[in-house]
């Protein structure tokens, strides 16, 4: 009898826990955490075209063109970036010519989406018939991420020759830019 009632008390105990092991075997999950995009990339190659005005000596120019260039993050937030671009400036005042530049570029990227940078570039002034002019830039801008791949840039920069003029910058330039990231 003494067996028997071990025994019913050992299977007794042995349903107990494993009734307790049961319970403990539904454990709260969290949920899996939801996919956020890292934002605006602005690492890498980029191509784009932008338009505006050229102000010098009292009259205004038109400038169209397009730009080429590659950014680099060195260190959150700093950019190192190498820009060319080419324009063709016409006016009332001028037979129409070419400017072709390659810019360098530092910026800081304020937010994902917005990059404020300064640029200074050396280039030529090519017109047909007449001599090339050698030509120096210097200024800044904001660029504007408007989509995943997509930025706009408004920029104001100086422009020079490298000749013996009084005048540091001879012209001004603002330009407004669209350009694709890829």
């Given at each position: 009898m003494?067996v028997?009632?071990l025994?019913?008390?050992?299977?007794a105990a042995?349903?107990?826990?494993g009734g307790?092991?049961?319970?403990?075997?539904?454990?709260?999950?969290?949920?899996?955490p939801?996919?956020?995009?890292?934002g605006?990339?602005?690492d890498?190659?980029?191509?784009?075209?932008?338009?505006?005005?050229e102000f010098?000596?009292?009259?205004?120019?038109?400038?169209i063109?397009?730009?080429?260039?590659?950014?680099?993050i060195?260190?959150?937030?700093?950019l190192?970036?190498?820009e060319?671009?080419?324009?063709?400036?016409?006016?009332?005042?001028?037979?129409g010519?070419?400017?072709?530049f390659i810019?360098?570029?530092?910026?800081?990227?304020?937010t994902?989406s917005?990059?404020?940078y300064?640029?200074?570039?050396?280039?030529?002034?090519a017109?047909d018939?007449?001599d090339?002019?050698?030509?120096?830039?210097?200024?800044?801008?904001?660029?504007?991420?408007?989509?995943?791949?997509?930025?706009v840039?408004g920029?104001?920069?100086g422009v020079?020759?490298?000749?013996?003029?009084?005048?540091?910058?001879?012209?001004?330039?603002?330009?407004?830019?669209v350009?694709?990231?890829?």
């Amino acid at each position: 009898m003494f067996v028997r009632s071990l025994s019913l008390g050992v299977a007794a105990a042995a349903l107990l826990v494993g009734g307790a092991q049961a319970a403990d075997l539904i454990i709260p999950t969290t949920p899996a955490p939801i996919y956020e995009a890292a934002g605006f990339s602005w690492d890498g190659m980029y191509a784009g075209v932008q338009g505006g005005g050229e102000f010098f000596d009292g009259f205004t120019n038109g400038v169209i063109g397009a730009h080429v260039g590659v950014n680099f993050i060195v260190a959150d937030p700093i950019l190192l970036g190498v820009e060319g671009t080419a324009e063709y400036v016409f006016g009332d005042e001028t037979d129409g010519y070419g400017e072709f530049f390659i810019n360098g570029r530092v910026g800081a990227v304020v937010t994902d989406s917005v990059l404020v940078y300064a640029l200074a570039g050396a280039g030529v002034a090519a017109q047909d018939g007449s001599d090339n002019v050698g030509l120096y830039q210097l200024g800044g801008g904001v660029e504007l991420a408007v989509t995943d791949a997509v930025s706009v840039r408004g920029q104001i920069v100086g422009v020079g020759t490298f000749d013996d003029g009084d005048d540091f910058f001879e012209a001004a330039k603002a330009t407004i830019g669209v350009s694709y990231h890829f």
